[in-house]
C-alpha cells in the first residue's frame, strides 16, 4: 500500500456499490405502493401518484470541518 | 383499459387479466413500444434485437430512470429477465420513462436484478442526463407510466435541468488503522512514554490503558478529519457539488459522492489521480460515472381517489 499507485476508476461497478445507491436513492416509491402497484391497475383505482418531496442536493459536503464520519 | 375489468369473467385470476389488457396497451403509443421495429429516423438507437416482441408472461413495465426526449428511444435487450427484455421508453410531453416489459411480480434485488438496473442507467446516460428510479419499481401498464409522467411531470423537469449533463462520481477513502497507530505512536510523545509505561509496568496498568486508548483515539480522529478536508478542498473546484456518506466499517474514513459536470470529467479524474500520489497511505476506491443517485430524491406516493 505504500508503493505510490496511481488511482484507478472501476470500470465495473460493485456490487456493493450499486446496491449502495439503486435500495433508497434517485427517484423512490414508497415500499407499499411498489408492492399494491403489482397487484392493481392505477386507471381502475382511480389511484393518484404525487410527489411526496423532492430534494436536489446541489452544494459542497459542509462536513469538510467535521469529516466525513457524520452521515449527512 | 380501466374499463375492461367489469367485464372480465369473474374467474380470470387477476394475473391473466393483466396479461391481456398490459400488452396491447404498450403497443400503441409512443410508436416504438415494446416491439421497437428497427426504424432509420430514430437517432441514438442501437439496432433492436430483432425478436423484442412480448412474451405472455411480459405484463408489467419495469422503470429504469426518467429522460428527457420527445423522440421514442430504444436501448436494445438490456433489461431485466433471464432473456434481456428490450429497453424503450414511455413519452408524456418532452419526457420519457426508459422501461422494459417485466412479469408482473415485485422484483427481488438479487445480483442479476441490481446489476441489469444498473447496466440500463450507465447505457442511457451516456448520452441522456437521467434521474434514477430506485431498483424494483414496477408499473402494470402503459397508461400508468404516463400517468407517473404526467404526476410527477415538474419535479421530473426541475430536476433534469438541474442534473443536465453531469454525473457522479463515488470516491471512498481507506486506511490501514494499526499503520497509523503506529505512526502516532513515533510522532506522539505523550502516547509514546503511555506505551511504554504499559508494557514496563508490572502492577495495574488500567488507567495508562485508558488514557493511552483515548489519546490514540483522539489523535485517528483528528487525523482522518485532517486528510479527509483536505480531499474534499482539493476536488472543490472540479466539482459542482458533494454529499458525505457514513463510512463503512473500521477502515474507511470518507464515503463521498461528487457531482461533476461532463466538461470536467476529465479534470476529475487527474485531480482524483493526483490526490491519489499525495496521500500515498490510504487507499482510494474510485467509481462512475453514476447516474445522480446521491443528489436526487424524489419521494412519490399513492393516493386513492374517493
Known amino acids: 500500500m505504500s508503493d505510490r499507485m496511481i488511482v484507478e476508476r472501476a470500470t465495473h461497478a460493485s456490487l456493493i456499490d450499486v446496491l449502495d445507491r439503486v435500495l433508497d436513492k434517485g427517484v423512490v416509491i414508497d415500499a407499499w405502493v411498489r408492492v399494491s402497484l403489482a397487484g392493481i391497475d392505477l386507471m381502475t383505482l382511480q389511484a393518484r401518484i404525487f410527489v411526496a418531496s423532492i430534494e436536489t ?14 452521515a449527512s | 383499459m380501466a374499463k375492461t375489468a ?3 369473467p369473474s374467474k380470470s385470476t387477476k394475473r391473466e387479466f393483466a396479461r391481456k389488457t398490459a400488452v396491447p396497451a404498450g403497443r400503441d403509443r409512443a410508436g416504438g413500444g415494446p416491439v421497437a421495429a428497427p ?47 428490450d429497453v424503450h421508453t414511455v413519452h408524456y410531453r418532452d419526457i420519457a420513462a426508459v422501461v422494459s416489459n417485466t412479469p408482473m411480480v415485485v422484483q427481488d434485488p438479487t445480483r442479476e436484478n441490481v446489476l441489469a438496473h444498473q447496466r440500463v442507467n450507465e447505457t442511457v446516460m451516456q448520452k441522456h442526463t437521467v434521474i434514477p428510479m430506485s431498483f424494483g419499481t ?27 449533463d453531469k454525473f ?19 510522532e506522539d510523545e505523550d502516547i509514546r512514554r503511555l506505551k511504554s509505561e504499559i508494557s514496563s509496568q508490572k502492577g495495574s496498568t488500567y488507567f495508562a490503558r485508558m488514557q493511552y486508548g483515548r489519546l490514540i483515539d483522539a489523535a485517528l480522529q483528528s487525523r482522518s478529519e485532517r486528510y479527509v478536508a483536505g480531499i474534499f478542498n482539493a476536488l472543490r473546484d472540479v466539482s459542482v457539488a458533494s454529499r458525505s456518506n457514513k463510512p463503512i466499517g473500521d477502515r474507511m474514513i470518507m464515503n463521498a459522492a461528487f457531482l461533476v459536470a461532463r466538461d470536467k470529467e476529465q479534470a476529475f479524474d487527474s485531480r482524483v489521480k493526483e490526490i491519489g ?13 453514476w447516474p445522480p443517485y446521491n443528489f436526487v430524491n424524489i419521494r412519490l406516493k399513492l393516493e386513492r381517489a374517493h
Open chain 2, 39 to 85: 426504424r432509420g429516423k430514430l437517432e441514438r438507437v442501437k439496432v433492436p434485437a430483432p425478436a423484442a416482441a412480448p412474451r405472455p408472461d411480459s405484463e408489467g413495465k419495469y422503470v429504469y430512470c426518467i429522460v428527457r426526449s420527445e423522440e421514442p428511444l430504444s436501448f436494445g435487450p438490456l433489461g431485466l429477465g433471464q432473456e434481456p427484455a
Open chain 2, 277 to 289: 500520489q499525495q496521500y500515498e497511505k490510504l487507499t482510494f476506491k474510485y467509481t462512475g460515472p
Open chain 2, 6 to 8: 367489469a367485464k372480465k
Open chain 2, 138 to 164: 414496477v408499473f402494470k401498464t402503459h397508461d400508468d407510466i404516463i400517468e407517473l409522467l404526467r404526476s410527477a411531470y415538474d419535479a421530473f423537469s426541475d430536476v433534469l435541468s438541474k442534473m443536465k
Open chain 2, 168 to 186: 457522479e462520481f463515488g470516491l471512498k477513502v481507506l486506511w490501514d488503522r494499526d499503520q497509523i497507530v503506529r505512526e502516532i505512536e513515533d
Open chain 1, 57 to 70: 442536493y446541489l452544494k459542497q459536503a459542509d462536513s469538510v470541518a467535521r469529516s466525513g464520519r457524520i
